[in-house]
């Protein structure tokens, strides 16, 4: 400190010992244990590919990849939280989605006064990007997030210079309905401004409900007008039906193009709508699928 000499040899010692403290109370807060309770899936995915893991206390249930994020205390689906179960594991930040809840909740964990960030990639490769930055910042794994966005850059990159080959070489554009049948006693599909929207758009599709926005329930009427030739579904909603023959027998699936012809094509729910660390691996996979199905 310029002109410390000149203190008194009293004054020197204390300004000695407070800048000591100083350092210890730093290094303190630099150890102390960070806990982090992560609410959906894409998020719990860029916690794992930032290397953080160890921090993470708790998860929702939509958290299903990698297996390991299983094995972590749950706090149920993220749309029906609970500020008891979440503030339970006594977390130090809260990643959420954009869809967590209900709203009650998140006023309730807002009020306790513990760092929650609400982060949503909205259906955009720019926006994964975005957010997998701040949840690097977030978790004190800066350098790491410049890494694995500058992976996913260069693997995005090869993807879309697939697709703009295929646009190229004169091929049509499919059209794809995207039915979501978790449950076979209500089947929707999927407009506009929805996940499976932007993929099929990604993957050079076209999407047949594109004329109404959000998802829809499934009516005779409306899978016939769509006409898609290729019908996308999760590998759970595909489970779920029964396979190809029990989705077939939805309402009017069986009589579009697409259905005549069993072309069905389905990916993982998580890896297909989650926009997470692993959208470029998921739209490769989907360009291969739609465009190999009408080839």
């Not at 930055?133 to 997030?145: I, M, S, T, Y």
Request: glycine share 10%; charged share 20%; with cysteine.
């Amino acid at each position: 400190m310029p002109g410390m000499s000149r203190l008194p040899a009293r004054r020197r010692w204390l300004l000695a010992q407070a800048g000591l403290l100083t350092f210890v109370n730093d290094a303190l807060a630099q150890k102390r244990e960070r806990r982090i309770v992560s609410i959906g899936g894409a998020l719990t995915e860029t916690v794992y590919a930032l290397g953080a893991q160890a921090e993470l206390v708790g998860v929702d249930t939509t958290s299903l990849y990698p297996d390991a994020a299983t094995q972590l205390p749950s706090v149920g689906y993220a749309r029906t939280l609970s500020a008891e179960g979440v503030l339970s594991l006594r977390p130090t930040l809260i990643l959420a989605s954009q869809d967590a809840g209900p709203p009650a909740v998140m006023r309730q964990l807002e009020a306790a006064r513990i760092p929650l960030a609400v982060l949503d990639a909205e259906h955009r490769m720019e926006g994964v990007l975005a957010r997998t930055l701040k949840v690097a910042e977030l978790c004190g794994r800066l350098e790491a997030g410049r890494q694995l966005v500058g992976q996913q850059q260069q693997a995005w990159a090869r993807t879309m210079a697939a697709v703009e080959k295929r646009r190229n070489a004169g091929g049509k554009s499919p059209r794809v309905l995207f039915v979501l049948s978790h449950s076979m006693a209500q089947v929707r599909v999927a407009g506009r401004e929805t996940a499976a929207d932007a993929m099929i758009t990604y993957a050079g599709g076209i999407n047949a409900l594109g004329q109404v926005e959000g998802y829809k329930p499934l009516t005779p009427e409306a899978a016939i007008a769509a006409a898609p030739d290729i019908i996308l579904v999760t590998d759970q909603g595909l489970q779920a039906a029964g396979g190809v023959d029990g989705l077939l027998k939805a309402p009017g699936l069986a009589l579009t193009p697409a259905g005549r012809q069993r072309r069905v094509v389905s990916q993982d729910a998580l890896l297909l709508l989650g926009f997470g660390p692993r959208l470029p691996e998921a739209l490769a996979g989907l360009v291969t699928a739609l465009h190999g199905a009408t080839s």
